[in-house]
Antibody, heavy 117, light 109 residues
């Protein structure tokens, strides 16, 4: 069974940093591109970032470019999102998702990040 | 990248059919057959319902169907059931990233 379990969310002050993790199991993690998608409270889904299967290529939404860094450790079956210079507008539930043929086929349960003083 | 356009809400009675539209551009919906649809119940993670415009994953009811014409994709739910009440999001691939619709709240009357 495919499982994605996010962790690392919490309350952080504006300008602070946080690292999210996504532990994957039930599939060959190193074969799949992985993504982060976020959802602000009461709002819709927004694509944040993606990383290819071996970690050599990444891409970011303009709203987080230069502040967030996506990475992965295929030996640990874990995806990461390092978030720096956090702003109030980054407050959201962050989901990791597996992509297969341009489709988000499995999602984690999400982890809430709250940026507030 | 602008969000795809979905109606904010739709409603229908049990047993009826409803259709949710998702309008983009030639750079996303119109340019690729990589439109997918997700169902999200309150407090839950999104669930894949349709992929590559019109394909259903294993385990998804055949009451759910998808189509596309030009820059607009559509999700149709037939034989509405109470458990279909949820938020629905479309998504499209677009040159190395993805874009989502703003979401549609489906109310089953």
């Amino acid at each position: 069974e495919v499982q994605l379990v996010e962790s690392g969310g919490g309350l952080v002050q504006p300008g602070g940093s946080l690292r999210l993790s996504c532990a994957a199991s039930g599939f060959t993690f190193s074969s799949y591109w992985m993504h982060w998608v976020r959802q602000a409270p009461g709002k819709g889904l927004v694509w944040v970032s993606r990383i290819n299967s071996d970690g050599s290529s990444t891409s970011y939404a303009d709203s987080v470019k230069g502040r967030f860094t996506i990475s992965r450790d295929n030996a640990k079956n874990t995806l990461y999102l390092q978030m720096n210079s956090l702003r109030a507008e980054d407050t959201a539930v962050y989901y990791c998702a597996r992509v297969s043929v341009a489709t988000f086929d499995y999602w984690g349960q999400g982890t809430l990040v709250t940026v507030s003083s | 990248q602008s969000a795809l356009t979905q109606p904010a809400s739709v409603s229908g009675s049990p047993g009826q059919s409803i259709t949710i539209s998702c309008t983009g551009t030639s750079s996303d919906v119109g340019g690729y057959n990589y439109v997918s649809w997700y169902q999200q119940h309150p407090g839950k993670a999104p669930k894949l319902m349709i992929y590559e415009v019109s394909n259903r994953p294993s385990g998804v009811s055949n009451r759910f169907s998808g189509s596309k014409s030009g820059n607009t994709a559509s999700l149709t739910i037939s034989g509405l059931q109470a458990e279909d009440e949820a938020d629905y999001y479309c998504s499209s691939y677009t040159s190395s990233s993805f874009v989502f619709g703003g979401g549609t709240k489906l109310t089953v009357l």
